[in-house]
């Protein structure tokens, strides 16, 4: 189960959320996806990595089915121009990132090549 909330003014793009939070962590997988804030994804990032900024993209596991991602829309905005990326494209990308979080990866080779595969499929 997919469940998407929007807690800020800005209109979420068209992205296979579903499908990839499907393929990567499987139906049984409960997934929250929320769209917040700077000021609360800056908390967030506060309380959680100790680091004192916004960010894109957080995520938090809550037990092996089910977890959240929260998304910063602005944040990620400011990001894709970094990154050559559109708006959108990026934001599946992060998508992506979070839903291999999600699955119990961490930064590195094996979870670049998962990354990489998935893009592959949803052509990100």
């Known amino acids: 189960m997919l469940t998407v909330a929007n807690q800020t003014r ?3 793009p068209k992205i296979k959320f579903q499908e990839i939070k499907k393929l990567t962590l499987g139906d049984d997988y409960n997934l929250n996806l929320v ?4 000021s609360r994804i800056s908390k967030l990032n ?11 993209i957080l995520s938090f596991p809550i037990s ?16 894709a121009r ?3 990326r559109s708006y959108d494209n990026f934001i599946a990308f992060l998508f ?20 990489v595969n998935l893009r592959k499929k949803f052509s990100i």
């Open 46 to 56: 506060k309380i959680y990595r100790g680091k004192d900024h916004p960010t894109d």
């Open 96 to 115: 992506i990132h979070g839903c291999t979080h999600l699955k119990g990866y961490d930064h590195g080779s094996t979870m670049e090549n998962i990354e």
């Open 10 to 12: 800005s209109v979420i």
């Open 82 to 84: 970094k990154f050559a």
């Open 35 to 38: 769209f917040i804030p700077s």
């Open 64 to 79: 092996n089915n089910q977890g959240e991602i929260y998304l910063c829309l602005s944040e990620a905005r400011k990001e």
